[in-house]
Nanobody, 112 residues
Framework: QVQLVESGGGLVQAGGSLRLSCAVS????????LAWYRQAPGKQRELVAS???????NYADSVKGRFTISRDNGKKMVYLQMNSLKPEDTAVYYC??????WGQGTQVTVSS
């Protein structure tokens, strides 16, 4: 019943910025943890950032200081602001809601 739709991916040069958005429907948004994951071809899906219902955040070491996760409970949206992008950030980025609800993903490509 829970649906997630990501947007905001695209092509950007190294050092540039993108903001990913995820719209969540079909559930009570405010009581659940939200997260962003990413996966490159042939590699394991990895946690990038998470944010709890109390707005406690957690980041992978590789993105700490460059990425910021936030949520808007009124709009039922979660965002990932990505600054100082590197080619190694290239991946499909997925929004996760609660325990096991996933979006379809959005492609982020960073050129050198």
């Amino acid at each position: 019943q829970v649906q997630l739709v990501e947007s905001g991916g695209g092509l950007v040069q190294a050092g540039g910025s993108l903001r990913l958005s995820c719209a969540v429907s079909g559930s009570i948004f405010s009581i659940n943890t939200l997260a962003w994951y990413r996966q490159a071809p042939g590699k394991q899906r990895e946690l990038v950032a998470s944010i709890s219902s109390g707005r406690t955040t957690n980041y992978a070491d590789s993105v700490k200081g460059r990425f910021t996760i936030s949520r808007d409970n009124g709009k039922k949206m979660v965002y990932l602001q990505m600054n100082s992008l590197k080619p190694e950030d290239t991946a499909v980025y997925y929004c996760k809601f609660g325990i096991n609800s996933w979006g379809q993903g959005t492609q982020v490509t960073v050129s050198s």
